[in-house]
């Protein structure tokens, strides 16, 4: 059972050292917890954010203890009542490891009859369109016509948000690095106009496709791209601050926007939590899923072989060298 385990607090991008591959025996199982054996690791932002020892909506990652992810995997042993062996499962805390025992109350069960890639579950149909979806459809509340900009916009959460966005008949102004994630946005996902932000000044960009500014940002980013977007918002515009890419391996602190704009121009600046929405999962299901299976909304995964490659496939995020949501294979399905 091999398990990646934090040994020192990451300064900027992980260095080799900070994390080190353990081999582990295999976990025995308590009353009412299942052994399950990762097939799937999502990779995801906020786990770099779990390193650093500062206040976050988790607590942060011990040193020597296993690091913490979502996963997605089979059960290969039970003594719990409610999942048996064969099931697949997605638990909360699965970990960066070939085992982990989980909870039964820390398990929800995935069904295959969908017809989707079992991917999906850590994709477009889990986390990350909880994420897209709740942060379009209940905090920027989008109406017919208004113009949302959205950074990161080529990533797994940003590309879910605009076509959701689109669903509902917003313009939709994506920012992403280099032509070809731009030319994605375009010219299959339906944005209304991409931003290159590598290439082009993005202020300068905004001014030329929204003369007049924008209603709404979807923020993932920070930094100098959100204060673009943050200082041509119009009068009672909104910004759902969903991440902060920007500032994960920061050593020092990002500029911040000019907070007197938030009065001057009545913003709504709303800061959410996709964990905040666990009980709706539902509702995203309903109307995300349907356009999902009728490929009205697209989707890509970027699949790195191996648990041993984890540290790596985690700076991908940070680079931007991946094309969709980011995985990693860690055993067979
Ligand atoms: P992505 O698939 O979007 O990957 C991250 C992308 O961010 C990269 O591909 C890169 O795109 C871009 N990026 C990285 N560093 C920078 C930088 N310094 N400047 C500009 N762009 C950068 O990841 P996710 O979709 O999983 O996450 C997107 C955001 O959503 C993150 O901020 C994450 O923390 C947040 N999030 C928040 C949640 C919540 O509950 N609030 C839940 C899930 C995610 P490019 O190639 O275009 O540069």
Not at 106 to 126: D, E, F, I, K
Not at 235 to 255: E, F
């Amino acid at each position: 059972n091999r398990q990646w385990v934090l040994r020192q607090r990451p300064k900027g991008l992980i260095q080799p050292g900070d994390l080190e591959l353990i081999e582990s025996p295999i976990p025995s199982l308590n009353e009412s917890e299942v052994l399950v054996r990762t097939v799937y690791l999502s990779l995801d932002p906020t786990n770099r954010t779990w390193m650093n020892d500062a206040e976050g909506y988790l607590p942060p990652v011990g040193l020597g203890e296993v690091m913490r992810g979502l996963t997605l995997g089979v059960v290969e042993q039970s003594r719990s009542d409610r999942f048996k062996v064969g099931d697949i499962v997605t638990p909360m805390s699965g970990g960066w490891a070939d085992y982990a025992a989980v909870h039964e109350t820390g398990l929800r069960p995935v069904h295959r009859a969908s017809g989707l890639p079992l991917t999906a579950n850590l994709s477009v149909l889990g986390m990350t369109g909880m994420t897209a979806y709740f942060g379009v459809t209940d905090v920027l509340k989008p109406q017919p016509g208004e113009t949302l900009v959205i950074s990161a916009a080529a990533g797994a959460v940003g590309s879910i948000a605009g076509q959701v966005a689109k669903q509902r008949g917003a313009r939709v102004i994506g920012i992403a690095g280099g032509a070809a994630k731009c030319a994605w946005l375009t010219d299959e996902l339906g944005f209304d106009a991409a931003i290159d932000y590598k290439n082009e000044d993005v202020g300068a960009a905004l001014d030329r496709l929204a003369p007049d500014g924008v209603e709404m940002n979807f923020e993932n980013v920070g930094g100098d791209i959100m204060i673009a977007v943050y200082n041509r918002l119009k009068a009672h515009g909104r910004m759902a601050v969903c991440g902060l890419i920007s500032a994960y391996n920061a050593t020092k602190m990002p500029p911040s926007p000019n907070f007197a704009r938030i009065i001057t121009h009545r913003l709504n600046v709303q800061g959410f939590l996709v964990l905040d929405y666990a009980p709706r999962a539902r509702e995203m299901v309903a109307e995300l899923g349907p356009w999902v299976l009728d490929g009205k909304v697209h989707w890509k995964v970027h699949v790195d072989q191996g648990l041993e490659g984890a540290v790596d496939s985690l700076n991908r995020l940070f680079t931007g060298d991946h094309d969709g949501k980011l995985l990693v294979r860690v055993s067979e399905e």
